[in-house]
């Protein structure tokens, strides 16, 4: 069984920082993409950032140049370093990863952490 773990979230101020992360453990052969998602209670839960197997990033427009997603291969970990918080970035956010089990599985899209709050707000 996999299961993927957030933390990190909190309160913050408008123009504060957070970082997120995100572990994934138990039967792993291997992590190929991770993402982070948000959602805001009523809406559809949305993209904000995924890193790749060879390190590239990309983002959506109303986090570039403020959140930047990163990994540790070896500890099957991703990050996402928030900055210049605005209220409208609160939401929970959620990771999401592509994960083998084992070299006969093929990597499956569905493994999703229990979510964690950030709240933008003075």
């Known amino acids: 069984q996999v299961q993927l773990v957030e933390s990190g979230g909190g309160l913050v101020q408008p123009g504060g920082s957070l970082r997120l992360s995100c572990t994934a453990s138990?039967?792993?052969?291997?992590?190929?993409?991770m993402r982070w998602y948000r959602q805001i209670p009523g809406n559809k839960r949305e993209l904000v950032a995924q890193?790749?197997?060879?390190?590239?990033?990309t983002y959506a427009d109303f986090v570039k140049g403020r959140f930047s997603i990163s990994r540790d291969n070896a500890k099957n970990a991703a990050y996402l370093q928030m900055n210049s918080l605005k209220p409208e970035d609160t939401a929970a956010y959620y990771c999401?990863?592509?994960?083998?089990?084992?070299?006969?599985?093929?990597?499956?899209?569905?493994?999703w952490g229990q979510g964690t709050q950030v709240t933008v707000s003075s």
């Open positions: 999401n990863a592509d994960i083998r089990s084992s070299a006969y599985s093929q990597f499956d899209p569905n493994y």
């Open positions: 138990g039967r792993i052969f291997s992590v190929a993409n």
């Open positions: 890193i790749f197997t060879d390190g590239s990033t």
